[in-house]
Structure formats: C-alpha cells, structure tokens
C-alpha cells in the first residue's frame, strides 16, 4: 500500500485515486474511523461480547507471524495503531520534494510541510490514547500476549517519533526564517533530541525482531544522533558569542561535539538503509541538508580560530552539557468516540424481534 502510493507522487497530471474518489491511505483512514464507533459497542458498558469473537492481525515487528485474541479491545488497539501508522505515512508523503512551476530543483513547500505537523500530531494523539485509554482496558496475563508491535514501549517511542518528526520540520522552517534567532534554534534542536532519546529509551529492551523491528530501532539510533549534531551546533554557535576564554573553549567543544555526531549519524544512516528491507539513501533536504555543510565548515573554522587564541590545555576535551528545554509539542487530545447508535438497547432488542419473527416465519 505505501509502496503504491509513493509511486504516484511523481505523477503530477496524474490523479491517483480509487474507486470512492480518494487516495488509498485516505479510503482506509476513513473506514477505520467509521468501523471504530461499531467495533467500540462491542465493549460498551463492560459487555460480555467483547470475548465473543477473535481478532487476527499481521505483525510487522514481533517474531510471531501474526497474533490472535478474542478480546475486543486488542482489536481497537490495533485499529489506533494502524491509523497512525496510516497518518505518520501521509505526513510522510507530504514530505517528499516535489517539481516546482519555476523549474528549479524539487522541493517541499512551506503548506506541505506546516500540514504535515498536525498529521504528525494527530499520530501521536492517536498512540497516546492507545497508552493511556486502551491498553489499562486489558488484563495484564493478557497484556503479556500482545505482539511488541503493541507493547507499550513501541506504542510510546512511535509517539516520540513523530513529535520528533514535527520538531524536525520545525527547525527546518526557522532555518529558513531570518526572522528565527540561534537561541530559537538550539531550544528545537534540544527538544528534538529530548523526544528521540525518549524514544530510543522506551525501545531498548524490548525484542524488536530481524527485519522491521531492528530497523526500526536503526531509525531511531540515527535520528537521535542526528538531533545531537544539530543541538551542538547550535549550542557551540551560542557559546562562541560569549568573551570569555571559557565560553571560547566551550564552543570549541561543543562544535567538536557536533562534527563527531554528525559524522555518526552518516555511518548510522548506513546502517539503517543496509538492514533488511534494504531502502536507497534519499538525497539530504531540510535540516540535515543545511546543517551537513555548517558543521563541518564551521567547526574546523572555530577550532582553528580558537587554537590560535588559546593553548591546547584550556579548551575543554569534553562537550558542555545541553539546555534542557520541555518538549513543547504535544500529541492531539484524541478520545474514543461513542459507541454507534446501532449499539442502543432499543435497537439491539428490535434488531433480535426482526430475527425471530424470520425464523418462526
């Protein structure tokens, strides 16, 4: 499904739609949403129905093939997780360069990349009322079943990424911005690296599987440590505009930092793109397509200026601490909906009459 919707982004004269008159992702959207209210009357009030039939889903990143639970509140669990997956891959075809009318090189508009952060959110609003709504609703003998697909952990760093991602995006976009100050970029840059080693956090134990699974633990290593060159950088910039010797030798320090992350973050791209499925390195854009040619130029530029001025000794060997600065994006207040009006007892009781009378006829 991804992989076809891809393909058509290039496809400018094109119209890639379905038969309702919309793209895939957005059809299944949309039928989640509209089976969410029913499948939720299965659970209304404590009912017993919500053992009564068993759930199959596919996994992607357990080592079992697939996971079966005749509880009904697996099955919502699993339609929240699907439609943020569905919503992290929107916003992530919003993302990709497009032709422009100028004939310049392809590139992603401001509106495209404003419009993939409320679907980021939106992502992680959907996670977080799968943590904090969905999962306390199941046993926890039964919670130990759950494919890591499910587990809490996973659940948890998805959300992180995606407030990451908007972060991300963020940065980007005040890069852009001459309005934007060093101290407005190095405050994203240090939330961006706050939700990604938050998410690494909540991913380190668990057995993420061959395949997905470690390449999803990948993607996070690398985005964490692609924050990191960011939030040193800035950090260095910052320091340097002090007058002391000390701020001197800090920004040194911190810039030095930034070079050797962003270094690591190239060999941990690598190795994202190695691991099976194996994915083609995209061309740098954004943040890392600025930062990948700063950093290294002004970082040998500092040190060497700085060396000039003080001695060897005196420029810290160790990279200053980070400001610590609360995420300030958060996930989209997202609640379950009522159950569907078709759950009413008056129509669940005519529902049984009408059966009856056609099986006495």
Same mark, same amino acid.
């Given at each position: ?7 058509t ?5 094109r119209?890639?739609?379905t038969?309702?008159?919309g793209?895939t992702l ?42 079966a639970?005749?509880?009904a ?7 929240l ?10 916003a ?17 508009s @401001?509106? !495209? ?9 939106? &992502?992680?609003? *959907?996670?977080?009322?799968?943590? $904090?709504?969905?999962?306390p609703?199941?046993?926890?003998p ?6 890591v697909?499910?587990?809490e ?16 995006i ?7 911005s001459?309005?934007a ?7 994203l840059a ?11 956090d909540?991913?380190?134990n668990?057995?993420?599987a061959?395949?997905?699974g ?13 924050a990191?060159a960011?939030a040193y950088?800035?950090?260095g ?7 002391? @010797?000390k !701020? ?9 930092? &930034?070079?050797? *992350?962003?270094?690591?973050s190239? $060999? ?5 793109n ?24 002004d970082t040998s530029?500092k040190?060497?200026i ?22 300030a994006?958060k ?16 129509n ?14």
């Amino acid at each position: 499904m991804a992989s076809q919707e891809a393909s058509t982004v290039s496809r400018t004269r094109r119209k890639s739609a379905t038969q309702h008159g919309g793209s895939t992702l957005a059809d299944l959207h949309q039928a989640l949403e509209d089976y969410l209210p029913i499948l939720l009357g299965l659970v209304k009030d404590g009912s017993q129905l919500q053992h009564n039939v068993q759930f199959v889903w596919m996994n992607q990143e357990d080592e079992a093939e697939e996971t079966a639970i005749s509880n009904a509140w697996y099955e919502v669990l699993s339609v929240l997780h699907l439609m943020a997956m569905l919503s992290l891959s929107q916003a992530n075809l919003l993302l990709l360069p497009r032709a422009s009318s100028d004939g310049y090189q392809p590139k992603v508009s @401001e509106d !495209s990349r404003r419009a993939s952060i409320d679907i980021f959110l939106k &992502a992680a609003g *959907y996670l977080d009322c799968a943590v $904090r709504n969905v999962l306390p609703q199941l046993p926890n003998p039964l919670r130990k079943e759950l494919p890591v697909d499910l587990a809490e952990g996973v659940l948890r760093a998805l959300c992180l990424q995606a407030l990451g991602q908007s972060v991300d995006i963020q940065l980007g976009m005040a890069i852009d911005s001459a309005k934007a100050t060093l101290a407005v970029k190095r405050r994203l840059a240090c939330e961006m690296v706050k939700s990604w080693q938050q998410a690494q956090d909540n991913i380190m134990n668990l057995p993420l599987a061959n395949g997905w699974g470690e390449k999803h633990r990948l993607l996070i290593k690398w985005k964490y440590v692609e924050a990191k060159a960011a939030a040193y950088y800035y950090h260095g910039l910052i320091l340097d505009e002090g007058n002391t @010797e000390k !701020s001197h030798g800090m920004a040194v320090a911190a810039l030095q930092a &930034a070079d050797e *992350y962003f270094k690591e973050s190239k $060999r941990a791209c690598e190795a994202f793109n190695a691991a099976s499925p194996l994915s083609r390195n995209p061309p740098l854009w954004g943040t890392m397509k600025y930062l990948s040619d700063k950093i290294p130029k002004d970082t040998s530029s500092k040190v060497r200026i700085n060396r000039d001025l003080y001695s060897y000794e005196k420029i810290m060997e160790t990279a200053p601490t980070l400001p610590d600065f609360a995420l300030a994006l958060k996930p989209d207040d997202f609640q379950l909906p009522p159950a569907h009006p078709s759950w009413n007892e008056e129509n669940v009781v005519s529902g049984q009459a009408s059966s009856n009378h056609l099986r006495s006829d």
